[in-house]
């Protein structure tokens, strides 16, 4: 069966800092991948997709980069944190070419930045 | 653009009561999905509806798909305190897949 991981669970950043957050998938080959963050009480704002190793579309223009160094592997950065990044960051898959699968949700990263 | 809307943004529930969530979309869907979001926790897919007028059951839960294709609605009896969470649509349509901003529920023993 596959599974989805993420990592770190909790992060707390000064603002400025780096970010790195990495999320793997098992069980699957070539899954659709995705990037979430959601902000305390709100919905879900997707952030960045990924059809393949190294094909990285945004979805809105931010502080953040993701990138897909092998096929389920995908992770999220910055080179310097803003305040307005924090958030509850989840990482999703899903297979097909349709655009509108079912996705998976990994159990997020909840980031603070001071 | 697609847009997709969820009307209540909060619902707070008497244990033992019925309720509804909307989800309404801008354009006719391909399908649709709902999800649920307990707290603290991530979106956990619940069911899709593909098919117009499309009904479906989980146990306490009725989903129910538009004739038109462009809104859903989530029912739920007798709520439970096991209900109290985020409630989130999903609708697909040309290729893209877009998620309602969520129905939080609060459920009150």
């Known amino acids: 069966s596959q599974t989805i991981h993420q990592w770190p669970a909790t992060l707390v950043q000064p603002v400025g800092s780096p970010l790195s957050l990495e999320c793997t998938v098992e069980?699957?080959?070539?899954?659709?991948l995705y990037w979430y963050r959601q902000a305390a009480g709100r919905g879900l704002q997707l952030l960045f997709y990924?059809?393949?190793?190294?094909?990285i579309s945004s979805e809105v223009p931010q502080n953040l980069s993701a990138s897909r160094p092998q096929d389920r592997q995908f992770i999220l950065s910055s080179k310097k944190l803003l305040l307005s990044d924090s958030g509850f960051y989840l990482c999703?898959?899903?297979?097909?070419?349709?655009?509108?699968?079912?996705?998976?949700f990994g159990p997020g990263t909840r980031l603070l930045v001071l | 653009g697609q847009q997709v809307m969820q009307i209540p943004q909060y619902q707070h529930v008497q244990e033992g009561e019925d309720f509804t969530t909307y989800c309404n979309s801008s354009?006719?869907?391909?399908?649709i999905q709902w999800y649920k979001q307990r707290p603290g926790g991530h979106p956990v897919f619940l069911i899709q509806?593909?098919?117009?007028?499309e009904v479906k059951k989980q146990k306490r839960l009725t989903f129910q798909f538009g004739e038109a294709k462009k809104n859903s609605s989530l029912h739920i009896t007798a709520t439970q305190t096991t209900d109290v969470g985020t409630y989130f649509c999903?609708?697909?349509?040309?290729?893209?897949?877009?998620f309602g901003a969520g129905t939080q529920v609060v459920v009150t023993p």
């Open positions: 999703a898959w899903s297979e097909g070419t349709s655009g509108e699968e079912t996705q998976y």
């Open positions: 069980g699957t080959s070539n899954p659709n």
């Open positions: 990924s059809v393949g190793i190294g094909q």
């Open positions: 354009t006719t869907l391909s399908n």
């Open positions: 509806l593909v098919k117009s007028g």
């Open positions: 999903a609708g697909g349509s040309w290729g893209k897949f877009q």
